[in-house]
């Protein structure tokens, strides 16, 4: 059989975008589900075409045409939440283009909400979870014309009823897997992100090297209250041992020229002795390699980082999200404000650039919460912070303290709009000027005052005051 997999492309939201984000989201990295969907399967024998349809931002009519070309007998489609008004049109497109090709549907969105997925979009099947092996038993299936209830980890559709297959266990050893499929795809396309740059300006570096990512384990042990990992890969960590991780990385090295890896992982440093593992391997082979990742303030040693400062690390990426302790009990997050401060100055000893995401608006939040967080930054003087406004996802505990509230259901997930700020508390007009107080935590306290009374005076009134005078400015909506 030809199988064709599909990233869908950017849905532009227009009037409804969120403030901070008038644009789609910049992709950074192939899709490395589809990566090892596509070899996975190729090993096996399979004619396996990958269409990024996102980064090569293409119309429906230029997708449709490469369907019609191409003429496959499958559609596997990567199914993201914030990204589904864009997924749900082009089932409809390929089911215009050839009724006959088999539609299935993987990734975030439709394993947590597989029911609304399946009466929404009526797919040949939905993958609950991984993919790699429910993909290649399904496409057996029907090529064999056999039925598809003895696929495990499914969701299908028989005689108008909804039905479910017995749950698949998670693989245990991801060695087994063939790297992703980067011959399928262009890793030039996926350069020049913004974010990556402002990392790298933080060492006076001007010109970003050449890089990719790379997934070496699945999952994490947390359970925070904004997160969804914990839904989808039920709080069960795997690992890729060191010498497989270390032959990617190297593959990508010196057969595409890659300068600096992206560890994608939720939590890359769980396992703290295949992290050494992996320092050790990278030096073994001498490889000239930066590369960076993110992990929790909690899971990280001096021996860890200064090990992996000599084997060519060059940020790490810490989930600080607030320096309230109420607000991080409030969302689960389990860390305490010595671990941060910790993290921060062996990180930085070890001269590796230390990076902090924060979080604004999370249940609970208010003046007090955001001074709390800017006193942590003062203490922590992170090389660079990462405010985002929370956002409400699927299925989580912030989705379940916002219907509670009334101000979600999931028929909202229905809609064509984007993932919402959690707005049930606080104005987004007053979230946004708490994001902007973050980034003032190196001034007196008088110059965040004076800083903090001409944001409310500009999203109390659209006109902002700055050292040319006034002028006018755009007003967030009410909500999205």
């Not at 011959?183 to 350069?191: F, G, P, R």
């Not at 890896?261 to 050494?276: A, E, G, H, L, P």
């Not at 910790?342 to 650039?353: C, E, R, S, Y």
Request: glycine share 6%.
């Amino acid at each position: 059989m030809k199988i064709l997999l599909i990233n869908p492309p950017p849905y532009d939201y227009g009037e409804y975008s969120r403030f901070l984000e008038r644009t789609p989201i910049q992709t950074y990295t192939m899709p490395l589900g589809l990566g090892y969907i596509a070899s996975f399967l190729e090993r096996e024998g399979y004619d396996v075409t990958i269409l990024d349809a996102y980064v090569k931002k293409l119309s429906y009519e230029q997708i449709g045409n490469f369907i019609r070309e191409l003429n496959p007998d499958v559609i596997g489609i990567q199914c993201l939440s914030d990204q589904r008004a864009s997924w749900f049109m082009l089932v409809d497109l390929i089911r215009a283009v050839d009724n006959t090709i088999k539609i299935v549907l993987g990734g975030p969105h439709p394993s947590l909400m597989p029911e609304q997925v399946m009466t929404k979009c009526h797919p040949d099947a939905i993958i609950i979870g991984e993919g790699e092996e429910t993909m290649l038993e399904l496409v057996k299936a029907w090529e064999q014309g056999s039925d598809v209830s003895g696929v495990k980890g499914i969701a299908y559709q028989k005689d108008g009823e909804i039905l479910f297959t017995q749950p698949r266990k998670r693989i245990k050893d991801l060695d087994i897997l063939p790297l992703p499929a980067y011959h399928m795809v262009d890793i030039n396309d996926y350069q020049g992100w913004g974010f990556l740059q402002q990392i790298f300006k933080t060492r006076g570096i001007k010109e970003l090297p050449k890089y990719a990512s790379i997934s070496t384990s699945r999952g994490c042990f947390g359970n925070c209250g904004y997160c969804s990992s914990p839904l989808i890969w039920k709080r069960q960590w795997t690992q890729r041992s060191a010498k497989n991780v270390v032959d990617e990385i190297e593959m990508l090295n010196k057969r595409y020229g890659v300068e600096f890896i992206i560890m994608t992982d939720d939590v890359f440093s769980v396992n703290q002795k295949r992290v050494i593992s992996i320092c050790e391997e990278i030096l073994r082979r001498n490889l000239q390699i930066l590369w960076g990742f993110e992990t929790a303030v909690n899971l990280i040693s001096y021996d860890l980082l200064n090990l992996a400062k000599k084997a060519g690390c060059f940020c790490i990426l810490y989930g600080v999200e607030s320096g309230s302790a109420t607000i991080l009990a409030n969302i689960s997050k389990r860390i305490k404000e010595e671990d941060v401060v910790n993290a921060f100055k062996m990180t930085k000893d070890a001269g590796i650039v230390a990076g902090a995401f924060l979080m604004i608006g999370n249940p609970g939040e208010n003046e007090k919460s955001v001074d709390a967080t800017i006193e942590l930054l003062r203490k922590i003087e992170p090389d660079i912070i990462l405010p985002q406004i929370t956002m409400i996802t699927p299925k989580t505990k912030i989705f379940d303290v916002a219907k509670e509230k009334s101000c979600i259901d999931e028929s909202y997930w229905l809609t064509d709009l984007p993932f919402p700020y959690y707005t049930c508390e606080r104005n987004l007009k007053t979230l946004l000027r708490w994001y902007r107080k973050l980034f003032y935590y190196k001034h007196s306290k008088l110059g965040i005052l004076l800083r903090t009374v001409r944001d409310y005076i500009e999203f109390s009134t659209g006109i902002r005051i700055d050292r040319d005078g006034l002028s006018k400015v755009e007003m967030p909506p009410a909500k999205i």
